[in-house]
C-alpha cells in the first residue's frame, strides 16, 4: 500500500494532467513566437507544473522564480500574501508568464499581478494548472488554464497540504477535507 493511500484519493490522472500540459506548452509556442519569453514559476506550488511545462515549450525562455505563502499549512488561507524570496533579475521590459498550481479564492494571484505590473513588464499572463471558481473571492482572467475543479481540497503535484504530498505525480483529492 502507498504511503498515501489512507488520506489521499486520485482525482485527476497523471496520464490527464500531463497531456493537459503538453496542450498548454503548444499553445503558448504557438503564442510567443519571436518574443523573449520569462516564465515567473511561484514557489513552493507551481515547481512540478512549471519544470514540466517549461519543457513542452519550443521556445529560448527564461525562468524566474518567485516565493510566496499564505496557506500556512491548513486548508484555510490566512488572507495574508507574504513574499518569501524575490525574482533574481529586473522584470521591466520583459515578456512575464506567471506559472502557479491553482487559482483558489484569488488573492495570490491578484497580490502577484499587482507586484507584477508595478515593475513594468512588457507584457503580463497568467498560467494556471487548476482554478477553483467555487472559493473565488476576485476575479482572475487565466490566460492558460488546465482544470476548472470543484471546491475540493487537492494535493500532489506540487501542491500541499501541511507541506505534504507534494511529490504525488497525480492531482489528489484529500480524502474528509
Ligand atoms: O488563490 P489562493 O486562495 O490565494 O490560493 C492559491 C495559492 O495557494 C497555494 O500557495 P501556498 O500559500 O499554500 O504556498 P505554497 O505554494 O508554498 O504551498 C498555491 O500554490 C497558490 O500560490
Ligand atoms: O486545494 C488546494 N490544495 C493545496 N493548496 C492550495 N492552495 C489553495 N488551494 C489549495
Redesign the pocket.
Known amino acids: 500500500m502507498a504511503f498515501y493511500e489512507n488520506e489521499v484519493g486520485i482525482f485527476i490522472t497523471e496520464e490527464k494532467v500531463q497531456a493537459r500540459v503538453r496542450e498548454l506548452g503548444a499553445e503558448i509556442t504557438r503564442d510567443y513566437q519571436g518574443k523573449d519569453l520569462t516564465l515567473v514559476c511561484v514557489l513552493k ?1 507551481s515547481t512540478f507544473f512549471a519544470m514540466d511545462l517549461a519543457r513542452c515549450i519550443d521556445l529560448p525562455l527564461t525562468m524566474e522564480f518567485l516565493g510566496v505563502s499564505s ?1 500556512q499549512g491548513g486548508t484555510e ?1 490566512t488572507g495574508e500574501v507574504r513574499i518569501t524570496s524575490d525574482v533574481s533579475k529586473p522584470m521591466a521590459g520583459k515578456h512575464l508568464l506567471i506559472i502557479e498550481d ?1 487559482i ?1 479564492t484569488g488573492l495570490t494571484m491578484s497580490f502577484l499581478l499587482e507586484n507584477l505590473r508595478a515593475r513594468h513588464p512588457a507584457s503580463l499572463k497568467v498560467a494556471s494548472l487548476l482554478e ?1 471558481p467555487a472559493r473565488a473571492r476576485t476575479k482572475i482572467d487565466i490566460d492558460y488554464k488546465g482544470f476548472v475543479i470543484d471546491d475540493v ?3 500532489g503535484y506540487g ?3 501541511a507541506e505534504k504530498y507534494r511529490n504525488l505525480s497525480f492531482i489528489g483529492r484529500m480524502k474528509g477535507k
Request: negative net charge; aromatic residues 24%.
Open positions: 506550488g496557506y488561507t491553482i483558489d477553483k481540497f487537492v494535493v501542491l500541499d497540504y
